[in-house]
């Protein structure tokens, strides 16, 4: 049987009522909430209860702020005097708090937990060896209970250690006792001084609440985690909808008649201000708006605004920069020299040498370079439209490899005496 044989209020500096306990937060999205019914804080009061004996359990029963796990216990042990040492006690405990004052179905067994005083004593691991971590789930608004068995009889007045209470108040539902014989009672009646409520804490890690999710390139999504929308272009907004938020629409640079204009968004830069959007996030204090030399795959060269140089293999030299004189690398290919193929020349080093450019990136396959006159041009082995296209192509134009077969009469041009040898064979369909 519980008998209140002393109370003492205590008005206790930081050394006797210990420093509290931190909730950690173990990554950027932990939400680790502390559940409390006391108001006990450092510098303030708090009442050592007494007298307890083994068997008995003080108990809080606390409320679940989420759908989340318990994943730690708190229990704050003082004493009216100084120098006990640490006291082993026979179990905490957690249990279903939807009854009171007698609690439901037990959650959590810690057996033997030690206690230090003065202090805040915080237990993580349901095993002395401190390998399995404490995790009961719960949901929001759930009831709960976690109370402290005592191993050893409390003599408060003596100056033994003890479980403690705050001094402004016992709320009702929130405090029980167990006693030895095993029944359970409010323990609020039996504070007859000083009322208030147990020091027994739980630690909720809460997950962070779903929300909306805003990306600059998709669709917003409804019920994303946090986590799940960290990227540069999202924007999330807990606990919200997708029809409930404007989401964000990006911006960035608008060059326009020789000028810039910041935060424009692309619609606007690209219709009624007829710009050229410099991309998301782009802005005017990084020169996106002065043109400089673009180097095409070709070896051309052409002063655009870097958003403009965005084929693929286009290098951008950097803003201010000029095309003249050409900084851009020549592209390599085939050159021909009558029927003899070179590998790996420039245009200007092949025209140079008296070659004839095959173009970029060409090779020197078989028959790249044929002496042909016959007016084949795509090598089918006929004379027919294909050909006759290519002519057209030709006609008083470029002179190239493909062209030679169409030089019927090898004065280096493709022309009107040409085609009069190219009709028959065509008619006739192909070089007999």
């Not at 033994?160 to 009646?189: I, T």
């Not at 294909?386 to 030679?404: H, I, R, T, Y």
């Amino acid at each position: 049987m519980f008998t209140l044989r002393t109370k003492k209020a205590i008005t206790a500096p930081a050394a006797a009522i210990g420093i509290l306990l931190a909730v950690c937060t173990c990554s950027s999205f932990a939400a680790e909430q502390l559940v409390q019914n006391d108001s006990v804080v450092n510098f303030g009061q708090a009442i050592v209860l007494g007298d307890f004996v083994a068997g008995e359990e003080a108990a809080v029963r606390l409320t679940s702020p989420c759908n989340g796990n318990i994943v730690a216990v708190q229990v704050l042990w003082l004493e009216n005097g100084s120098g006990n040492p640490a006291s082993m006690e026979e179990a905490i405990r957690v249990y279903d708090g939807a009854n009171f004052p007698t609690p439901g179905a037990e959650l959590l067994f810690l057996e033997g937990p030690v206690l230090q005083s003065p202090a805040w004593n915080e237990f993580r691991y349901s095993d002395e060896g401190g390998t399995i971590p404490i995790n009961v789930p719960v949901t929001y608004g759930q009831q709960f209970y976690v109370s402290l068995e005592f191993g050893n009889d409390t003599h408060v007045n003596e100056g033994s250690p003890s479980v403690v209470h705050d001094v402004d108040g016992c709320q009702a539902g929130k405090n029980a006792l167990k006693e030895a014989s095993g029944g359970w009672q409010d323990f609020c009646p039996i504070f007859i001084l000083l009322p208030g409520d147990v020091a027994i804490r739980a630690v909720v890690d809460c997950p962070p609440p779903a929300g909306a999710c805003c990306d600059y390139y998709a669709p917003c999504q409804d019920d994303v985690d946090e986590a799940d929308c960290q990227g540069e272009s999202q924007t999330f907004f807990s606990g919200s909808i997708c029809e409930e938020i404007n989401c964000p629409v990006p911006v960035g640079a608008c060059c326009r008649g020789g000028g810039c204009l910041t935060d424009v968004e692309q619609t606007a830069c690209e219709g009624p201000l007829a710009g050229v959007y410099a991309g998301d996030g782009t802005s005017c204090e990084d020169d996106v708006c002065v043109t400089g030399a673009c180097c095409h795959v070709d070896g051309t060269c052409s002063e655009v605004f870097e958003v403009q140089c965005d084929e693929p293999g286009a290098i951008f030299n950097g803003a201010g920069t000029s095309c003249d004189p050409n900084p851009c690398s020549q592209p390599e290919g085939a050159c021909c020299f009558g029927s003899y193929c070179q590998a790996g020349q420039t245009n200007d080093s092949c025209t140079g040498a008296g070659g004839e450019w095959a173009g970029a990136f060409t090779s020197c396959i078989p028959d790249l370079c044929p002496i042909c006159d016959n007016g084949d041009a795509d090598g089918d082995g006929d004379v027919d439209l294909l050909d006759f296209a290519k002519l057209q192509e030709c006609f008083n134009g470029p002179s190239s490899v493909a062209c030679k077969c169409l030089d019927m009469d090898n004065d280096n041009d493709v022309d009107l005496a040409d085609f009069n040898m190219f009709h028959p064979l065509l008619n006739n369909g192909g070089p007999q």
